[in-house]
């Protein structure tokens, strides 16, 4: 199935947000005082729930573009080095002399998984609407975003709305805010985690949360609950659950959304029917989770493949 | 008092030892499982005893270069950055393609000061007798060293004691081995913690243990104790105790000891009496710990000095 896309399209998804700095350090025990352990892995990785899709979309094949401020320390470099080995392109990131990106520790406890995360947010300013690109986002096939840079997210909404370009949005648990009801008009694939959903709604419940979601104009809403799976909804009649694939051990769940997101939106673009496109995203996000850190167990496409083959049996 | 030193001594202090780079964050608590902090404060900052020791004396004004083999990965490049706004001489560094250097993520609780260490080691191979450039040690007029890049060490200690250069050694806390033993007899200055003193000579009381320490060679010893303050045993007589400095609030400990030692190397350069230099460098490893990280607030000679006249009142 080798991949073809019109040529009048520059990128299959550009996405828009922000990128960080992950230190991720695997950790027999957390800490309680005074205490000095060897890593039983440690490792440096970009972050930030659109530049992690984006990974995943880059490493399943497709073409992708980000869009951020960074400033010009080393967190900046690691960022952009990172996206060149991924194949992610750069070259539309604004650079902001004297700024620095958000860094976030994070310690995961083997066996568990448990993640215990301190973070320090970025101070490079936010992208400006000016600084938007206006030509690449018209000439995508996805515009992904999770509402940062938030007067440029609208207006990007906004662009690729008038240029029938399909906007991405993803909803991540702790992060709703109550003036991205005026973005989700704007929103054509909505994927949101169960608690972003309950708190949009006011509504704990799945079904008609994901219907509420439905009724602010998205095309398909999917609520995501980690180890529980995922429940689809199409405008359109179809709803229909994608469990969790369940893995015999998991090293990391770091970023495993986002993979989910990524693939996701990979399995649209390639135009599988919505269960195949669910079953790629949780696969992904299956494997995303077999080694440390939000990225380092990115699946290519062959790989993926085989383990669905392998799920069948 | 304007530092003058002989025109034939290129750099006051060169140190062998191996640099790392520190993931510092405040922390209101350490994390027990599932939990996301913001932090109070975030840094990032290179560390390694012997590189924060030339970044304590080049903060004094001395004249210092190190040697050490790093990679060639952000991590390197952090690490160079800083020794370059320190004014630490770096050229003399082995780079090594495609390794990498140490990285710790440390954890510290505010208020408490208590550390949570979590560590990686380096991938970069030791530095070989042969990488040492003998005119550059042979032309200082102290090699700093704890016992890392182990055959370059001894191989550089044999070149100083030759040329007439005293040679300064870091014994800290859990870092004895048994091969150092081979070492000290080529030691002039020995400042170790006092973890290290008991553990080297099989004696938990201070004094027995520096009359052990100076039998293996060392002109000085210098047995340190955190808040407890250091002891000071010159081969000749004149022992003394130099109580810590008591500060209001202490952020970090971090580098403190790494501090004290480039401090007192200052003050034995600058030919101050032994007492003089024990408060100094005392004095330095408390200013230090007004910081987060271990070289944020290390002071300028003048702010070293303006704190010793206060404190005398």
């Not at 320390?73 to 070259?91: K, S």
């Not at 909505?190 to 309950?198: D, E, G, K, S």
């Not at 970023?255 to 696969?283: E, I, K, M, N, V």
Request: charged share 15%; aromatic share 6%; glycine share 10%.
């Amino acid at each position: 199935m080798p991949m073809t896309f019109p040529a009048s399209h520059n990128y299959d998804v550009v996405g828009l947000g922000v990128s960080t700095v992950d230190i991720l350090a695997l950790v027999e025990h957390f800490p309680t005082g005074d205490d000095t352990q060897p890593a039983l892995a440690m490792g440096v990785q970009g972050g930030g729930p659109v530049a992690s899709a984006l990974a995943a979309l880059a490493r399943l094949g497709a073409r992708t573009a980000m869009l951020d401020a960074l400033g010009d320390d080393w967190r900046a470099r690691q960022i952009l080095d990172e996206f060149a080995a991924l194949g992610v392109e750069t070259r539309f990131i604004v650079r902001r002399p004297g700024q620095s990106s958000g860094l976030a520790s994070i310690l995961v406890q083997a066996g568990s998984g448990q993640r215990a995360i301190v973070y320090s947010p970025k101070n490079a300013g936010d992208l400006l609407p000016e600084e938007l690109p206006a030509a690449l986002v018209q000439g995508a096939r996805f515009l992904h975003l999770n509402g940062r840079h938030w007067a440029a997210c609208l207006h990007a909404a906004d662009l690729a709305r008038q240029a029938g370009v399909r906007v991405s949005f993803d909803g991540g648990a702790g992060r709703y805010r109550p003036d991205l009801r005026q973005l989700l008009p704007l929103v054509d694939i909505c994927i949101v985690a169960r608690a972003f959903a309950a708190e949009y709604t006011a509504c704990d419940a799945i079904r008609p949360a994901a219907q509420a979601l439905l009724a602010e104009g998205p095309s398909l809403v999917v609520i995501t609950d980690g180890v529980n799976g995922s429940w689809v909804f199409p405008k359109a009649a179809g709803s229909f659950h994608q469990p969790a694939f369940c893995m015999p051990q998991v090293v990391d769940t770091t970023g495993c959304g986002d993979a989910y997101h990524g693939a996701f939106l990979f399995g649209l673009l390639r135009g599988l029917p919505l269960r195949q496109t669910a079953a790629l995203a949780s696969a992904v996000a299956a494997l995303n989770s077999q080694a440390l850190g939000g990225r380092a167990a990115l699946p290519s496409l062959p790989q993926v493949e085989a383990f669905l083959r392998a799920q069948v049996g």
